[in-house]
């Protein structure tokens, strides 16, 4: 079986990548991880990749002049190691509609609430002040809008009475590590994809 080589874009720790990587090591996994790529020179998960012997790209935003610039450097870099889909783990930065519109179909994100709910940062701080008692985790393809886009897996855990964004955050967190890599198995797998802004489910 062929696997669908995918790349992991981070700026940061690094765990759902750590869960990816996980489930990649399994033989029948539909996907296979083959170059992580950090806007930060000093991400956690440059570390985790490296462990895994998994290549590694870093691309400082700051060294370009336009977003348009940055995605054409990562652009090259995802064409150049051959990589059909990209996975957004922790990924801080918005890309162009021209990235967005070149990789349509084929790049995941995944978020730390129940998308279109408390899209942006301070996710948990968001759920806490709505007084939400479900929050969870959304996996989605990537639009040109901030955390929004067709979904291809949600789970959701329970608002615990006393929960701070750290318990909320963590509870969550665990949620995200299953979550990722089934939703990057259905699509690399071809059991979903989109068609015409829709996630289509085979
Ligand atoms: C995760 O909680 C992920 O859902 C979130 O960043 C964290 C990265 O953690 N992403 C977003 O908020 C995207 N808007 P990780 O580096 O340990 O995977």
Same mark, same amino acid.
């Given at each position: 079986?062929?696997?669908?080589?995918?790349?992991?874009?981070?700026? $940061? #720790?690094?765990? @759902?990548?750590?869960?990816?990587?996980?489930? *990649?090591h399994a033989p029948d996994y539909p996907a &296979?991880?083959? !170059?992580?790529?950090?806007?930060?020179?000093?991400?956690?998960?440059?570390?985790?990749?490296?462990?895994?012997?998994?290549?590694?790209k870093v691309i400082p935003h700051r060294q370009?002049?336009?977003?348009?610039?940055?995605?054409?450097?990562?652009?090259?870099?995802?064409?150049?190691?051959?990589?059909?889909?990209?996975?957004?783990?922790?990924?801080?930065?918005?890309?162009?509609?021209?990235?967005?519109?070149?990789?349509? $179909? #084929?790049?995941? @994100?995944?978020?730390?609430?129940?998308?279109? *709910?408390?899209?942006?940062?301070?996710?948990? &701080?968001?759920? !806490?002040?709505?007084?939400?008692?479900?929050?969870?985790?959304?996996?989605?393809?990537?639009?040109?809008?901030?955390?929004?886009?067709?979904?291809?897996?949600?789970?959701?855990?329970?608002?615990?009475?006393?929960?701070?964004?750290?318990?909320?955050?963590?509870?969550?967190?665990?949620?995200?590590?299953?979550?990722?890599?089934?939703?990057l198995g259905l699509v690399a797998n071809g059991?979903?994809?989109?068609?015409?802004?829709?996630?289509?489910?085979?």
């Amino acid at each position: 079986m062929a696997r669908v080589r995918t790349a992991v874009l981070i700026s $940061g #720790r690094g765990s @759902n990548l750590g869960s990816l990587i996980e489930a *990649a090591h399994a033989p029948d996994y539909p996907a &296979e991880i083959v !170059l992580v790529i950090s806007n930060k020179p000093d991400a956690g998960g440059l570390a985790i990749a490296a462990r895994a012997e998994i290549p590694t790209k870093v691309i400082p935003h700051r060294q370009f002049a336009s977003r348009e610039d940055f995605d054409a450097a990562i652009d090259a870099a995802l064409r150049e190691a051959d990589v059909s889909l990209v996975c957004e783990a922790g990924f801080m930065r918005i890309h162009s509609e021209w990235f967005v519109k070149r990789w349509e $179909g #084929r790049v995941l @994100n995944i978020h730390p609430s129940l998308l279109p *709910a408390f899209p942006g940062i301070h996710v948990h &701080e968001q759920a !806490l002040a709505a007084g939400v008692k479900v929050s969870g985790c959304t996996v989605h393809f990537l639009t040109a809008e901030l955390d929004s886009g067709p979904i291809v897996a949600q789970a959701c855990v329970p608002v615990l009475p006393g929960d701070t964004t750290e318990t909320l955050g963590a509870r969550v967190l665990e949620l995200e590590h299953k979550v990722y890599p089934e939703a990057l198995g259905l699509v690399a797998n071809g059991k979903v994809e989109l068609q015409n802004a829709r996630a289509v489910f085979k």
